[in-house]
């Protein structure tokens, strides 16, 4: 008898246990995931598929070297200059709406086959200045954001200077906040 | 009886279990530290985040910053004298930035790197496979050299509070109380400091 109640005081304790730790670290792992977008949901897309979230459409559309600019300063030795032009087509209503939104971000990033990360270069001199958006949200002429209209394609400019030797394997990655998700498109 | 000493025991067991595991645990400030590797001098330091190697020291009285274009600035001086180190420091995977540099110095006095002067290691961003070479400043009393160590930390963006966590470099910088006396002896009035410079 005593045994059996031991026996139920031990599941009891593996059960109780597990809980309470989960309870504990569960919020904090939301917190971590929102601060610093690791582990946050992926969305993958093969090479010329595009990628679908909250009713938008993601599409890597090119990647290509471009020539330094004429009056740009020297790029680091063995590197190269990556365009890199993200297509983002809202399908649905709220996916308009979004674009027009200030709450949000999305920030933009290469990524080789190595695994390494690269920012997109703060340095405006490298390309010449092109009609692409260099975000995802949408301006009228006044620069105000508005919503995109439904099915109406954003195109997106993102410039990086990245290794020569991790050039050909380059895809992109784009995090969302503030609901962390990671879109990775293929190249 | 014999039930109840070996209760007895088992507290007793248990209270002492209690107390060894209350003593090995880590305080706050060691649990919130971030993971150092350490390294001498010369030696290349490898982290997950960034390779870092201090490849010399120069001191001045006075140092004068060139930037980018190989303009002069002005001469910046300073009560004490600065501490110039000059490391090679590259991204391993994600971008990072390295921020909150300090001289610890032999009595665990530490000296934050100056970040008021541009174009140095301090704060500048690193992309991975591209490597920098450049200098870091330290003001420091001229008697602080002798057995000082480098503390490099990382600064990743927006996650700054889980940094504390993250990789860390320590260097020895290697000056012995004779040699920080020979340098302190053959302090220049003045020394001209390049910038930043991609490899």
């Given amino acids: 008898m005593s045994a059996r109640r031991n026996l139920l005081y031990g599941l009891g304790l593996l059960v109780l246990i597990p809980a309470v730790l989960a309870a504990s670290v569960l919020p904090w792992r939301e917190k971590y995931v929102a601060r610093t977008g690791e582990g946050a949901p992926e969305i993958v897309a093969a090479r010329g598929q595009a990628a679908r979230h909250a009713g938008v459409e993601w599409r890597l559309t090119e990647i290509k070297e471009s020539p330094v600019a004429d009056q740009a300063r020297p790029l680091p030795p063995r590197t190269k200059v990556a365009v890199m032009l993200i297509s983002a087509r809202p399908l649905t209503e709220a996916a308009s709406r979004w674009f027009g939104q200030e709450t949000g971000s999305c920030k933009f990033f290469a990524t080789d086959a190595a695994g390494r990360v690269w920012d997109r270069t703060i340095r405006s001199d490298l390309v010449e200045r092109s009609e692409h958006s260099i975000t995802c949200r949408a301006f009228d002429e006044n620069y105000d954001m508005v919503p995109l209209p439904v099915g109406r394609v954003l195109t997106i400019q993102v410039v990086y200077v990245v290794p020569a030797d991790a050039f050909p394997t380059l895809s992109a990655e784009i995090r969302l906040a503030p609901d962390p998700v990671t879109i990775r498109l293929a190249r | ?199």
Wanted: charged share 20%.
């Fill in chain 2, 1 to 199: 009886m014999r039930r109840a000493v070996l209760g007895a025991l088992t507290a007793a067991a248990l209270l002492a279990a209690i107390i060894v595991v209350q003593r090995a645990t880590p305080s706050v400030d060691q649990r919130y530290a971030p993971i150092v590797s350490r390294g001498r001098l010369g030696e290349q330091v490898n982290t997950t985040a960034f390779q870092f190697r201090v490849d010399r020291l120069q001191l001045a009285r006075s140092v004068r910053m060139t930037d980018d274009y190989g303009l002069v600035g002005r001469p910046r001086s300073t009560p004490g004298v600065w501490l110039v180190v000059w490391a090679t420091v590259a991204a391993t995977r994600e971008a990072v930035i390295v921020q909150g540099t300090r001289l610890r110095t032999a009595d665990g006095t530490e000296y934050m790197a100056n970040t008021s002067i541009l174009h140095t290691l301090e704060k500048t961003p690193l992309q991975p496979g591209m490597p920098v070479y450049g200098p870091m400043l330290f003001e420091i009393p001229e008697d602080r050299l002798a057995g000082a160590w480098l503390a490099v930390r990382q600064h990743s963006g927006g996650a700054n509070a889980l940094d504390t966590l993250g990789p860390a470099v320590d260097v020895d910088l290697g000056v012995s109380p004779g040699h920080a006396a020979r340098l302190a002896a053959e302090v220049p009035p003045s020394l001209t400091v390049g910038p930043v410079q991609a490899l």
